[in-house]
Nanobody, 125 residues
Framework: QVQLAESGGGLVQAGGSLRLSCAAS????????MGWFRQAPGKERWFVAA????????YYANSVKGRFTISRDNAKNTVYLQMNSLKPEDTAVYYC??????????????????WGQGTQVTVSS
């Protein structure tokens, strides 16, 4: 069983930056594909970014491409989401997720096996 814990959320002004972290424990982190999703109030959970186990494959939602960067440090069992040029529409609870069969990346919620509790990101205009 894998446990995931997000951190790094907060309140930031539009145009600012935040870096989210997701620390994993209880499993073989280096074998999992990892992803970030977000969910705004009253909306579905949406894909943001994903990365394969080796970092060789990365994928981003169009809405964040060029502004967000996903990375991972397998030695630290941690995946990151660097968020730059933040916009009010980026406001949401951000979740990290882990999927078995980590050789590729996944963009759908149903592809992931483990989820963190989420961290709130609020971008003020």
């Amino acid at each position: 069983q894998v446990q995931l814990a997000e951190s790094g959320g907060g309140l930031v002004q539009a145009g600012g930056s935040l870096r989210l972290s997701c620390a994993a424990s209880g499993g073989t982190f280096s074998s999992y594909a990892m992803g970030w999703f977000r969910q705004a109030p009253g909306k579905e959970r949406w894909f943001v970014a994903a990365i394969s186990w080796s970092s060789s494959n990365k994928y981003y939602a169009n809405s964040v491409k060029g502004r967000f960067t996903i990375s991972r440090d397998n030695a630290k069992n941690t995946v990151y989401l660097q968020m730059n040029s933040l916009k009010p529409e980026d406001t949401a609870v951000y979740y990290c997720a882990a999927a078995h069969s980590g050789s590729t990346y996944y963009t759908e919620v149903r592809s992931y096996d483990y989820w963190g509790q989420g961290t709130q990101v609020t971008v003020s205009s």
